[in-house]
C-alpha cells in the first residue's frame, strides 16, 4: 500500500509569510502527527489529529497550527515565518487507536527555508 | 515530563563486531518504547517496537524498567547496518498520541 505522502517536498520562503504543508496518510490510518526536525533540537513533537480532531499539542507557539479532513488527509499552517522555522517537517500517520496506535509511519518531510 | 536520552551521537564498529546502541528514558506511566532508524537518503521507519518482542534484520531491544532503558542490540554488525538511530517513546493507553524522540546515534560500520 501507499506511504505517507508529503508535498511539496521543498519550500523557500521570505520572514513574514506564512506556509501550508500537506500530509496525506497510508490508508486506513486515521491518526496524523506532525514532527519539526532541526540539526540542533532534533525530533519535535508539533501536534496530532484523530478524526479531524487535535488530541495532543506539543509545546510550540501558536504560529503553527494544524487541521485534517474527514478523508484524514492534514495539512499544518505556520503563519508570520521567522528564520529559526527553517527546519524538515515530518508527517506521521498510525492506526491512532487500538494495538498499533502509537506505530508511527513517516512521511520523507517537506524542507523549509525561511529566508 | 517524558524524555529520551541517546547518550553516544556517533557509534562505530568493526562489521562482525557486536553493536549496542544505548537508550534511556524518563516517563512517570507505562511506556511504549521503540526504535527508528533512517538510512541515507531514505525516510524514517520503524526497526523495532519493545511491545511485540521481535527481532528485526538481527536487531533485538529490551526494556529495562528498573534502569529504565532500552538498548538496541545487535551480536553481529554488518555494513548495512549503517544509519541513524532514535530511539523513541509514547505513553501507554489514552491521551498518549505523541512520540518523544532521542537526539539519535550515527552508527558507521566499518568494513
Known amino acids: 500500500k501507499a506511504g505517507v505522502t508529503q508535498t511539496p517536498r521543498y519550500l523557500i520562503k521570505t520572514r513574514g509569510q506564512q506556509v501550508t504543508l500537506s500530509c496525506s496518510p497510508i490508508?486506513?490510518?486515521?491518526?496524523v502527527s506532525w514532527y519539526q526536525q532541526t540539526p540542533g533540537q532534533g525530533l519535535q513533537f508539533l501536534f496530532e489529529?484523530?478524526?479531524?480532531?487535535?488530541?495532543n499539542k506539543g509545546n510550540f507557539p501558536g504560529r503553527f497550527s494544524g487541521r485534517q479532513f474527514s478523508n484524514s488527509r492534514s495539512e499544518m499552517n505556520v503563519s508570520t515565518l521567522e528564520l529559526g522555522d527553517s527546519a524538515l517537517y515530518l508527517c506521521?500517520?498510525?492506526?491512532?487507536?487500538?494495538?498499533?496506535?502509537?506505530?508511527?509511519?513517516f512521511g520523507q518531510g517537506t524542507r523549509l527555508t525561511v529566508v | 515530563a517524558q524524555r529520551v536520552t541517546q547518550p553516544e551521537k556517533l557509534l562505530s564498529v568493526f562489521k562482525g563486531a557486536p553493536v549496542e546502541l544505548k537508550c534511556n528514558y524518563s516517563y512517570s506511566g507505562s511506556p511504549e518504547l521503540f526504535w527508528y532508524v533512517q538510512y541515507s537518503r531514505q525516510r524514517l521507519q520503524l526497526l523495532l517496537r519493545?511491545?511485540s518482542r521481535e527481532s528485526i534484520k538481527g536487531f533485538t531491544a529490551d526494556l529495562n524498567k528498573g534502569e529504565t532503558s532500552f538498548h538496541l542490540k545487535k551480536p553481529f554488525a554488518q555494513e548495512e547496518d549503517s544509519a541513524m538511530y532514535y530511539c523513541?517513546?509514547?505513553?501507554?493507553?489514552?491521551?498518549?498520541?505523541?512520540?518523544?524522540f532521542g537526539k539519535g546515534t550515527k552508527l558507521s560500520v566499518i568494513p
Open positions: 523513541a517513546l509514547s505513553g501507554l493507553g489514552a491521551g498518549s498520541y505523541q512520540l518523544t
Open positions: 506521521a500517520s498510525s492506526m491512532g487507536t487500538g494495538q498499533g496506535a502509537n506505530e508511527a509511519f
Open positions: 519493545h511491545i
Open positions: 489529529y484523530f478524526s479531524e480532531t487535535q488530541r
Open positions: 490508508s486506513g490510518h486515521r491518526s
